[in-house]
């Protein structure tokens, strides 16, 4: 994947995308009446969805059949082989603050690690995260930068991504490309890629995320998240709900 992003179109029928929608519309609300003033303030995106905190039982083991279906676990193999482990779930949405902007952003920004150790880590390619990101509904999608995934930045990308010399992480990017989707489409893209989301209509996504088995990625799981042992056995991959 040299660019660094793939979309599949219609990836599962209707049906089935109206049951998981259901369900994580009810997550959303719960999440919603919990996190009121962030929400309102500057929420794009919640996580953790398959703790099962806003989720009836059969929900939440809904949800996790869907993560470990052979045809997402299908999907998934094209970019990480056999070494595939379940990362984490999010969804994201349009911030409610209208003056809210989107940003520029690689995920392991927020790893906590320093610039050189981040850099050396995205050539190295030796941690592999992938975002599976599953539209419930018509979105604008993302623009991204591609190719990013496979360097480090140039100095006007560093400069705004870091918001440096005078730059914000929102402001425009040269050589980008918008990645619209459509209710029902998956989007997959690399996790370093420079990337930003683009806000508007009814966004509302389920995202997954997958990495190599590598206890570096794994510490950030929450395993509170993955099937207990009697629900492992109703999985069809039961191999990636793994903690290293």
């Known amino acids: ?23 994580l519309e009810n997550f959303h609300a719960g999440w919603c009446r919990d996190n009121s003033e962030f929400y309102q303030t500057k ?19 809904f949800l996790l059949k869907f993560i470990s279906s052979k045809e997402l676990i299908k999907v998934v193999s094209k970019y990480l082989d056999d070494d595939i482990a379940f990362l984490n779930s999010q ?13 520029w952003h ?12 981040q850099r050396r880590i995205i050539e190295s390619k030796e941690q592999l995260v992938f975002h599976f990101r599953l ?6 999608g993302l623009e ?5 995934q ?41 996790a370093n890629i420079i990337h930003r989301g683009i806000y508007g209509l009814d966004r509302l996504s389920f995202d997954l995320l997958f990495c190599n088995k590598n206890p570096d990625i794994l510490k950030y799981a ?17 191999d990636i709900f793994t903690q290293l």
Do not use: H
């Not at 911030?95 to 940003?103: A, E, G, L, M």
């Open 1 to 23: 994947m040299e660019s660094g992003y793939y979309v599949i179109k219609n990836f599962i029928d209707d049906s089935y995308l109206n049951e998981l929608q259901g369900i």
């Open 43 to 61: 929420a794009i995106n919640s996580a953790y969805i398959t703790s099962g905190k806003y989720l009836s039982t059969e929900e939440r083991i």
């Open 222 to 238: 929450d395993k509170a998240c993955f099937p207990n042992r009697e629900e492992l056995k109703l999985m069809d991959n039961p």
């Open 135 to 140: 539209a419930l509904k018509d979105e604008p």
């Open 91 to 103: 969804l994201f949405f349009n911030p409610v603050n209208t003056d809210q902007r989107n940003y």
């Open 150 to 190: 496979d360097r480090w930045d140039y100095d006007a990308e560093l400069d705004t991504r870091l918001e440096r010399e005078g730059r914000r992480s929102s402001d425009n990017l040269s050589n980008t490309k918008v990645i619209k989707v459509d209710r029902g489409d998956l989007l997959v893209f690399d």
């Open 144 to 148: 991204l930068i591609p190719g990013s």
């Open 106 to 117: 690689r995920d392991i920004q927020y790893s906590g690690l320093d610039e050189s150790e």
